[in-house]
T-cell receptor, first 115, second 108 residues
Framework: DAGITQSPRHKVTETGTPVTLRCHQT?????MYWYRQDPGHGLRLIHY???????DKGEVSDGYSVSRSKTEDFLLTLESATSSQTSVYFC??????????????FGPGTRLTVL | TQLLEQSPQFLSIQEGENLTVYCNSS?????LQWYRQEPGEGPVLLVT?????EVKKLKRLTFQFGDARKDSSLHITAAQPGDTGLYLC????????FGTGTLLAVQP
């Protein structure tokens, strides 16, 4: 199994509070991704990173920001959580850009509930 | 937004039955991947198909990429309870676009 951990694994928070989710990898892969998973929508890309301090937006980036100060860590921040951000969040890593034949390896997920 | 629609959304079958899951889009992809996700875990890659018309087999699972590289199918022969899970297709363009998912339950 790829060495990917996510923390916390579960979190309950209130509307309007900031929340930070952490993804940590031990594989030294260049690319890291944050997805959210909701019923009927599959996995949707929030943000991704192609190197330290290099990030870009995905399909559903509004209300989220990311940072990557080290190869192994990719942080996802909800500046002011809303109930629509209740979801399961997955981090993934890949050696190249996730296109063509490259494999994305996923972490175990973080279940976030915003009350 | 490009969409990959999977059908059916839910499937509950008895052990030993055969089934097919479909993944359809109006977009052309350079490749298509299939993942399986078990409860409480992240998706795990099963296979990648690259060439239009390509067929790959993984034990009792057969994956096919459409000739026009817009669609794919997953066929499971003699399903077993261990096949239970969420099956996701994902098409590759500049990024990976995931399908809506098919939740499969195989009853013993």
């Amino acid at each position: 199994d790829a060495g990917i951990t996510q923390s916390p694994r579960h979190k309950v928070t209130e509307t309007g509070t900031p929340v930070t989710l952490r993804c940590h990898q031990t594989e030294n892969h260049r690319y890291m991704y944050w997805y959210r998973q909701d019923p009927g929508h599959g996995l949707r890309l929030i943000h991704y990173s192609y190197g330290v301090k290099d990030t870009d937006k995905g399909e559903v980036s509004d209300g989220y920001s990311v940072s990557r100060s080290k190869t192994e860590d990719f942080l996802l921040t909800l500046e002011s959580a809303t109930s629509s951000q209740t979801s399961v969040y997955f981090c993934a890593i890949s050696r190249s850009g996730g296109i063509s034949t490259d494999t994305q390896y996923f972490g175990p997920g973080t279940r976030l509930t915003v009350l | 937004t490009q969409l990959l629609e999977q059908s059916p959304q839910f499937l509950s079958i008895q052990e030993g039955e055969n089934l097919t899951v479909y993944c359809n889009s109006s977009s052309v992809f350079s490749s298509l991947q299939w993942y399986r996700q078990e409860p409480g875990e992240g998706p795990v890659l099963l296979v990648t198909v690259v060439t239009g018309g390509e067929v790959k087999k993984l034990k009792r699972l057969t994956f096919q990429f459409g000739d026009a590289r817009k669609d794919s199918s997953l066929h499971i022969t003699a399903a077993q309870p261990g096949d239970t899970g969420l099956y996701l297709c994902a098409g590759a363009k500049d990024k990976l676009i995931f399908g809506t998912g098919t939740l499969l339950a195989v009853q013993p």
